[in-house]
């Protein structure tokens, strides 16, 4: 199943052997390779013919992560009996422990297996993850007496089951977007623009899963049972593989680099930056070694220019002492990312209520619509649909509209457009806090669930805007080595959101009484102002950073 093309590098700048000018013309010219380790033809591999296959596999992969993750809140409390803060903890801790896995997976992308055999990999160990998890929700059928040592047991099969699911989505969440990405010849004006259009898929099929997942599965847990409702997602996660590996004769191939790990050669620019700290950088930057060899030199974080100051002949040289400046310049186009990176952060804790508070609060209200009974969980579904109308709206309208206003060619640019989506989550939470003010206002359980919808629906619209700009800002701005890492990088800044919003929960919990197990007595709203409140500074911070990054 591996690519063997993955295993070595290029044997020239573009991959091929020296041929004719109008047979080469129907190669690829980014230098993707097929399966065959033979140069890429365009007309028989990728562009959307290879996407198929893998945004198959993601939405398989995305049905199957928020069949678990949309609903966990309500398995943790009712089926292991935890309390409402614990389980909300749990749950963005689970969430967050998703998309920190991807940075491992994208580090064995970059720097050992490529992203194909990646994929396979931890696809491997998602399925296997599932087969725990579902066996485990089995459990207090299969044991008629389940005592408390069992109930221990039924735990810990829970969380490695969990757990290894968070281990499986690492090498899938992002090597499949960098691998779509791949697909597309940059040097090929048409397909460029096609790059462009897949993020807005990729992120279609993800979505299309994840309203799946939150009204048929979330209904067949609720009303069926746990084991079918794990069950059915376990299958469909194999299916997956299977539609994944089928592809594999159509993909294009990005070989590694020949560089090495992209994370070791960032650090050899920082320890031989900090051995040569004490010389003097020279005053005509073309004296670094081997500026201009590849790429341009910048002024930014001077110090970092150290690493290619060339030794007088009598010092030892090698890569932990003397770096090229394009080396260099890897360090520094991930630094430049790094306060857009921090700024997303709470973002993600505000996306984080959607598995976690908003579901709570959706328990203690009344969940009649008409004649059915509507899962607090499925309440999720207003963000899907608000996710794939705005995704619509934003192609055929905005990207128009905007594009005449602005000149760009995007319409908005990348931090533009997530600027938006930082606005929209703000008044999301502001929305949730009026309603949690209302609820406590009414007798108990008497405010209908869909007062939830729009808030819903806000945060759909966010994700648009914050999610995909962010996605592709990340794949953009990284260093060409390291795109399954810029793809991890955004992922990343998901985990750690989650964690930011597992640890506010933490504070309040300790410090106040805001959301006890019982919402009735507490005062959920108070939390939903303060997420408002730090939403509002942290757009007015990004906005001043945005204006300053250089691209």
Not at 42 to 52: D, E, H, L, P
Not at 109 to 135: E, N, P
Not at 434 to 447: D, F, N, Y
């Amino acid at each position: 199943m591996e690519a063997a093309d993955e295993e070595r590098p290029l044997m020239n700048h573009h991959g091929w052997p020296p041929q004719p000018q109008e047979e080469r013309s129907g190669y690829t010219s980014d230098g993707t390779v097929d399966f065959n380790r033979q140069p890429a033809l365009k007309q028989s591999t990728g562009n959307w013919r290879a996407c198929f296959f893998i945004l198959g596999a993601e939405f398989s992969e995305c049905m199957c992560f928020f069949a678990v993750a949309r609903n966990l809140v309500t398995y943790l409390t009712t089926v292991l009996h935890e309390s409402n803060v614990d389980a909300a903890r749990n749950v963005s801790t689970w969430i967050g422990s998703c998309f920190l896995t991807p940075v491992v997976g994208a580090f064995l992308a970059d720097s050992y297996w490529g992203r194909y055999t990646t994929i396979v990999v931890f696809l491997s160990v998602y399925i296997v993850g599932m087969f725990i998890l579902t066996s485990s929700s089995a459990l207090p059928c299969l044991l008629p007496r389940f005592s408390d040592e069992h109930v221990g047991v039924h735990r810990a099969i829970v969380y490695l089951g969990l757990y290894l699911v968070a281990l499986g989505t690492g090498g899938i969440k992002p090597c499949c977007a960098a691998l779509g990405a791949d697909q597309f010849d940059s040097a090929d004006p048409t397909e460029r623009v096609a790059k462009g259009a897949f993020f807005n898929w990729y992120f279609f099929s993800i979505n299309i899963g994840s309203l799946l997942a939150a009204t048929l599965l979330v209904w067949v847990q609720d009303n069926v049972g746990w084991t079918i409702g794990y069950a059915i997602p376990a299958v469909l996660i194999g299916f997956g593989l299977a539609v994944f590996v089928a592809g594999r004769k159509v993909y294009r191939y990005k070989p590694l680099g020949a560089g090495g790990s992209p994370l070791t050669r960032v650090t050899q620019v920082v320890v031989a930056a900090i051995r040569n700290c004490r010389l003097e950088l020279p005053d005509d930057a073309s004296a670094l070694y081997e500026n201009g060899r590849a790429g341009r030199h910048t002024s930014q974080f001077r110090f970092f220019d150290k690493a290619a100051i060339v030794l007088p002949p009598p010092e030892k040289k090698g890569p932990w002492r003397l770096c090229a400046v394009s080396q260099v310049e890897e360090l520094k186009m991930l630094l430049r990312m790094c306060p857009v990176w921090a700024l997303l952060l709470v973002f993600f804790a505000i996306t984080a209520q959607m598995s976690s508070t908003l579901v709570e609060q959706g328990m203690a209200m009344d969940n009649r619509v008409g004649a059915f009974v509507m899962p607090p969980a499925s309440l999720s579904m207003f963000e899907v649909v608000s996710f794939l109308i705005c995704v619509l709206l934003y192609e055929a309208i905005l990207v128009p509209l905007a594009r005449r206003l602005t000149g760009e060619g995007r319409g908005l640019t990348q931090l533009q457009r997530i600027s938006v989506g930082l606005a929209l989550s703000t008044a999301a939470m502001a929305y949730a806090a009026s309603v949690e003010t209302k609820r406590l206002a009414s007798p108990a359980a008497t405010m209908s669930i869909m007062w939830q919808a729009p808030c819903y629906c806000l945060l759909g619209a966010a994700e648009v805007f914050a999610s995909i700009g962010m996605l592709e800002f990340f794949y953009d701005q990284s260093p060409e080595s390291m795109k399954s890492l810029g793809a991890a990088v955004a992922q990343l800044a998901i985990a750690a959101g989650n964690y930011l919003n597992s640890a506010l929960l933490g504070v309040v919990a300790s410090c106040t009484r805001w959301i006890p197990d019982n919402l009735d007595q507490g005062h959920l709203d108070y939390f939903f102002w303060c997420m408002a409140a730090l939403s509002a500074l942290n757009l007015l911070l990004f906005i001043y950073c945005s204006t300053r990054y250089k691209s």
